[in-house]
């Protein structure tokens, strides 16, 4: 079967750097996708990557390794507003989108 | 407007009641979509729209009925549902259903459902 993994649950301080890691086992893959969800709201868009290697945008980054099925979002600077869930989703060979079950991210002041 | 917005916020209602589900888009996009949203479980697609036609129907029982009249706006008509179908109800829109590239979803806040 196809499977996204990623931690339910991470706590961090304000300030300091978060790695939320997502490892996937699909058939075949078409990209991967991050998206951040706050509480009672819509996910929006964080991050695409199709290609290995390192996607950086401000703050965030987003690292993808298709040959260990392995990608991490990397949050430096941590604020209060980034509080919120983080949700993996990977296209498969047939272009469906695979969720993860999303990690909540808690920042302690 | 902009975006996406869907209505009811939240929504109770009981086992023989029949409801629907609204979402509108601003975007200009031409895809539509339903996903169902359950705590610590990952999104289930339950309905794509290309176009107003559907074009995907993920096994959803037939208690939930989709209807898309024009690119703008979908809805969700709810039918004697089960206290299992309570959930988030995220609607969901891009440029197109193509599967190819990035095709980033815009979504909607939801729609949290309780069935008694």
């Known amino acids: 079967g196809q499977n996204i993994d990623q931690p339910t649950e991470m706590t961090a301080t304000e300030g300091a750097i978060v790695q939320i890691n997502c490892t996937y086992q699909?058939?075949?893959?078409?990209?991967l996708f991050w998206y951040q969800q706050h509480a009672g709201e819509a996910p929006t868009f964080l991050s695409y990557n199709v290609l290995d290697g390192l996607e950086e945008k401000g703050r965030f980054s987003s690292f993808l390794s298709r040959s260990k099925g392995y990608s991490y979002l990397l949050l430096k600077e941590l604020q209060m507003k980034d509080s919120a869930s983080y949700l993996c989703?990977?296209?498969?060979?047939?272009?469906?989108?695979?969720w993860g079950a999303g990690t909540k991210l808690i920042i302690k002041p | 407007e902009t975006g996406v917005t869907q209505t009811p916020r939240h929504l109770v209602m009981g086992m023989t009641n029949k409801k629907s589900l609204k979402c509108e888009q601003h975007?200009?996009?031409?895809?539509m979509y339903w996903y169902k949203q359950s705590a610590k479980k990952p999104l289930e697609l339950m309905f794509v729209?290309?176009?107003?036609?559907?074009?995907e129907n993920n096994s959803v029982p037939s208690r939930f009925s989709p209807e898309c009249p024009n690119s703008s706006h979908l809805f969700l008509h709810l039918h004697t549902l089960q206290p299992e179908d309570s959930a988030l109800y995220l609607c969901a829109s891009s440029e197109d259903s193509s599967r190819s590239g990035a095709n980033v979803l815009t979504f909607g806040a939801g729609s949290r459902l309780t069935v008694l």
């Open positions: 699909t058939s075949g893959f078409n990209g």
């Open positions: 975007l200009g996009h031409n895809a």
């Open positions: 729209y290309s176009l107003e036609e559907r074009v």
């Open positions: 989703a990977v296209k498969d060979s047939n272009y469906q989108l695979i």
